[in-house]
Nanobody
Framework: QLQLVESGGGLVQPGGSLRLSCAAS????????IGWFRQAPGKEREGVSC????????NYGDSVKGRFTISRDNAKNTVYLQMSTLKPEDTAVYYC????????????????????WGQGTQVTVSS
């Protein structure tokens, strides 16, 4: 059974950093591109970043470009999101999920149709 467990969230001051982890099980992890998404209160879920199955290609939303870095360790079935220079508007519940891949092996921040969202991890940026 496909399972993705997010962790690493917490309360951090503006300008601070956090590293989120997404641990996967129940599927062939290194076949899939993985994305991070977030949902703030009263807002729709949005794509934050994604990484191709090999890790050779990444993509970022405009609001996090230059501040967040996505990476993966296929040996550990884990994807990471290093978040730096955090802003109050980054406050949200963060989720990970397998995402679409183009024929050029680039990831797209659209979750696959079979995705069932997990609990997510709460990130709160506040002084």
């Amino acid at each position: 059974q496909l399972q993705l467990v997010e962790s690493g969230g917490g309360l951090v001051q503006p300008g601070g950093s956090l590293r989120l982890s997404c641990a996967a099980s129940g599927f062939t992890f290194d076949y899939y591109a993985i994305g991070w998404f977030r949902q703030a209160p009263g807002k729709e879920r949005e794509g934050v970043s994604c990484i191709s199955s090999s890790g050779g290609s990444t993509n970022y939303g405009d609001s996090v470009k230059g501040r967040f870095t996505i990476s993966r360790d296929n040996a550990k079935n884990t994807v990471y999101l290093q978040m730096s220079t955090l802003k109050p508007e980054d406050t949200a519940v963060y989720y990970c999920a397998p995402v679409l891949t183009t024929v050029q092996a680039m990831c797209v921040m659209i979750p696959l149709s079979f995705v069932s969202w997990g609990q997510g991890t709460q990130v709160t940026v506040s002084s």
